[in-house]
């Protein structure tokens, strides 16, 4: 893995396993229970994390077999992802894109957790097999930002899942 790739990988495996630990002593009830009505329980969140993880993977798998289509990100990329950033820094709730909003009201802890190993070892093969020349171009379409790099879409992962981990930890909110 190169070692740009490889250091944003280990910041998603840690917060991966920090999320791991912390459910790890819950029982299938805490796991599903939502802290208040209409609002996702912790296991809803992760299975919404997980979604978003295996449709970016899918996407650039996807569009690596068609490299002609792509672009290099230009200014516009750089501000749109910039803004994303930001937005997703912000302690405020967003209602997810309409793909990835859909969420079952009970799900199984360890299910859920394996299939979130499975679709990690399937970003850590993607970035293993990464071709070079496709590391500028905006290969990644974020349902709102638009098109970015690979780089982009780990960053976009990596401040997705640290704004959903209050959560999943409501301790958090308040750091």
């Known amino acids: 893995m190169k070692p740009a790739f490889s250091s944003k990988f280990n910041s998603l495996e840690e ?3 920090r999320i791991n630990f912390l459910v790890s002593g819950w029982d299938e009830i805490q796991f599903n229970q939502s802290p208040k009505q209409g609002k996702w329980s912790p296991a809803q ?4 994390l997980i979604q978003v993880e295996e449709f970016s993977v899918n996407y650039v798998n996807k569009k690596i077999k068609f490299p002609e289509t792509l672009k290099t990100g230009g200014t516009s990329a750089f501000f749109r992802f910039y803004l994303l950033k ?3 820094l912000l302690p405020l709730k967003y209602k997810a894109p309409a793909p990835v909003s859909a969420v079952p ?4 802890k360890n299910e859920l957790l394996m299939k979130w190993e499975n ?3 399937e970003l850590a093969k993607l970035l293993d097999n990464f071709p070079e020349d496709l590391l500028e171009k905006n290969i990644f379409k974020h349902l709102v930002a638009g098109r970015l790099n690979v780089y982009q ?3 976009f992962i990596k401040d997705h899942l640290n704004h959903h981990l209050p959560q999943i930890d409501p301790t958090l909110s308040s750091s």
């Open 15 to 17: 917060i991966r396993h």
């Open 45 to 48: 969140v992760i299975f919404h």
């Open 86 to 88: 930001f937005f997703l």
């Open 105 to 108: 009201d009970k799900l199984s």
């Open 119 to 121: 679709v990690r070892k």
């Open 153 to 155: 879409m780990l960053d």
